[in-house]
DNA sequence: CATAACGTTCAGAATGGAGTGAACGAAAAT
DNA sequence: ATTTTCGTTCACTCCATTCTGAACGTTATG
């Protein structure tokens, strides 16, 4: 109902077809990223429909309850993937993807191996030079995901200038 | 006792100690990237000791039972993050981690990625062109999976090059 | 040959996280 | 003022995955 449903004459139901199939396997897809599979599915619809959608709506479409549409949204909304907007003349949240969904997206992956790459180096520090074969190859492994880091925070940046959504 | 124990006389039972912290940490970190909790604890274990563990004494000194040991090594084999050894006069397995490790692991997930845009592509063929406000996003979308997955494959190979295990 | 040590497998227990739905407070509508 | 409509919260259920441990085949060792 949300979607563009009804608009073309060409492909009747074909659409809402591939349409569903997508935002399932976008489901899946994110739920081997960490995330809940009802976050992907969100996602997969705003992305598809290209429009905001209401609470309500996403609750029965996706035909989940209120709360896991609640506690999903508010996941995608505090990484910034998507936004919270109103709609005049609607009581009900809206919500759209975030200007640069995809930046924060990779930001989000790059912040969590730069977290990894910190927590080895506190171990690091805590060891004895005396332990230099050990000091060694935690100091790779810490390098190990800050390059991780770098690499993201480069994609996100280049993602950035393409000026995408 | 696969470790560095008693070696020195300076830091008793501290090195010991932390250690066993940073393998801990490790356990949990991978868990959040997917692995079980027990790899990552056999990976850190790798990392830490620098030298080939027995079957055995991993599971000993990990405190689980075998059987964990043998589907978490098989993980860590199959992904090549750690290699199969033999110890002449011993008849155990052992391990030790592969050449490349941080190589392999990177491009792990750069293959996740790849396949991620790929199967979003497959959506995108299938997407009539009159769909043309969908279509775009959804290449937007395959996109950043691939700039993704460029992104990483770049930081395996500064990784190679580095030389580093 | 018999016994023991090794690694794998598989059914079941344990664990953790996701999803549900009723209860709730707030805000609008009547 | 009363009644809806909203979104959030929280205790509970459900489901998937991990881990266990006994059974097993295999290979060495006595």
Do not use: W
């Amino acid at each position: 109902m949300a979607t563009q449903g009804q608009a073309g004459m060409d492909e009747p139901d074909d659409i809402a077809q591939i349409r569903e199939d997508f935002i399932e396997r976008i489901g899946v897809m994110v739920q081997g990223e960490g995330f809940p599979r009802i976050a992907g599915r969100v996602l997969a619809t705003l992305v598809f429909d290209g429009e905001r959608a209401s609470f309500g709506d996403l609750a029965e479409n996706l035909a989940v309850s209120r709360g896991s549409i609640s506690s999903s949204v508010r996941l995608l909304e505090d990484r910034e993937i998507i936004r919270r907007v109103a709609k005049p003349g609607d009581r009900q949240d809206y919500f759209e993807m975030s200007e640069d969904a995809f930046v924060n997206l990779i930001e989000n992956s790059a912040n969590r191996a730069r977290r990894a790459g910190k927590e080895i180096a506190t171990t690091l520090n805590r060891l004895p030079q005396s332990q230099s074969g050990a000091h060694a190859r935690l100091a790779t492994y810490a390098d190990f995901y800050d390059e991780i880091a770098v690499a993201l925070s480069d994609a996100a940046e280049r993602m950035r200038h393409r000026g995408q959504a």
